[in-house]
């Protein structure tokens, strides 16, 4: 299903220009080296281009359309007409070697064999560089001398003459490189697993490069490199046969989804790419723009919600998105040499949409005054569960992913989102921020149960339950407290909330003796009143101080404890 979906993805780039056909592939080239008509270096073009990182200004190798190049894990295998300085020069920055007058030897051979029989200036070059070319004298050549460290750090070279007039680009050259492909088919057939045709399978799948955590020379995602994962005696990927067209399809879409990187991003240890089956990217910007939101576009996603609810057309840009385009969403991370999926989801668009929504619909609660974000996006989600102190900031692996999954689904959130969240509000002494407030309200009705609508969106005054209810009277002993002895550096939650949120009959009786010594150093009888009447009321809710509280009922307690802060704190900012 994700090969034959990346398969269907290629070909609608393929159909709107953005791609490359079978046997060529998008690389990044650093430098041309400029030839002569009789195959001489006569200068070295870079390539970079300047592009804006963050506050910097980097420059970057170019994407240029090459031949399809090899994957390399060991040994000796030249690529054609872009390559290394190994392959192309028989360089490094040390000079040469043995091992490296190899790499050239190859890529020599490599290059006179598909040149062998075409005709041009181009080719002709080509061929005399390789015929002449000695690499114990390139630190003595006065163009590589000056790029040398930049031209030997592994970055691929093209060949050229004149910046306009790229070998790759020439005719004659392209029609002897398709020739070549077409020659080269030696691996046996059989019937491809994704398009269902009868064809040659591919032995070797193309690398997949931009995956954070695996190789930077790329990782297969289809790969068998042991015994142990073999059958009926079908050696590396012929045990899962894919055609070589196949291959190409479903490798070549999505390195080029990797390369965009606008259109990835990363939550824990999970690399997440998605796209329309059509190919229009206004559908990429929109789901970035719902799942990672920023504090500028707030108001976008809000609007997008509201003509979602009122089944209204989602206009962007004056283009009216089809909520019944497929959408697809994959995430994948490192496992040794190969990579791993960590989920994969397919639904319209519109229905990833609603989802969404409902998602922040669950999440929607009285914000501080100074928090600008209406929704808390997946990565920020995940940050609530993390000690900000420590040195490492990685959520528990796996959850940025199983949570991602339950909102595109609409299902229940993993449990391990809501525990991680309890932890580490016990072990900052109660810091109930908005962000683990929204997450425990969220949990609560999703896989508790607990009552939808606006009715905990703010603070409940009608509810009787006794979590919460504990948890709002626990604040306002806290405000007494504060009252009573302004500038206080420590308060009772920092000694009491753990103790009062898991075994409350044990601790309140002790927090209402202190709270009698505390309110009589209020300097206004007014606010003592105003106090015992609110702790009375809340008091009246309940029958007694259960024993001990359940996760879930920790939960209520947690979100009552931080409605009522905010309660406290509206009043103050309304006055």
Known sequence: MILQALTEYYEALLRDGKTVPLGWCQAKVAFALNLAEDGSIKGVIPLKTSMTVGKKTVWLPKMMKVPQMVSRSSGISANFLCDNSKYLLGVDKEGSNKRIRECFEASKEKHEMILEQTSGSMADAVRAFFQNWNPEQAMEHPALQEVWEEITDGSNLIFCMGVRNMAQDDPDIAEAWQTYMQKSGDEPEGICLITGQRTEIARIHTAIKGVQGAQSSGAPLVSFNASAFESYGKEQSYNAPVGQYGAFAYTTALNYLLSRRDYVFQIGDTTVVFWAENSDELYQDVFSWSIAPTVDNQETIRNIFKNLTLGRPIDIQDIELDTDQPFYILGIAPNAARLSVRFFYKDSFGEILK????????????????????????????????????????????????????????????????????????????????????????????????????????????????????????????TIQEEANPGINATIKDRYFNSACATPASIFPILLRLKNSHIRKMPEKGMQVYYEKMLGELIGKLSDFPKRLTLEEQGRFMLGYYHQVQKRYTKKEEV
């Open 355 to 478: 989802h969404i929504s409902e998602h922040y619909q669950r999440m929607k609660l009285v914000r501080p005054s100074w928090e600008e974000r209406e929704y808390l996006g997946l990565w920020a989600m995940i940050q609530e569960t993390v000690n900000q102190k420590s040195r490492d900031k990685k959520p528990v692996p796996n959850m940025a992913a199983a949570v991602m999954r339950a909102i595109l689904s609409g299902s229940r959130y993993p449990a391990n989102l809501y525990s991680n969240v309890l932890i580490r509000i016990r072990a900052e002494q109660g810091r109930v921020t908005y962000g683990r407030a929204a997450i425990i309200k969220a949990y609560l009705i999703q896989n508790c149960g607990m009552e939808k609508g606006d009715d905990f969106v703010n603070v409940n005054e009608e509810t009787k339950d006794p979590a919460y209810v504990l948890g709002r009277i626990f604040s306002v002993l806290e």
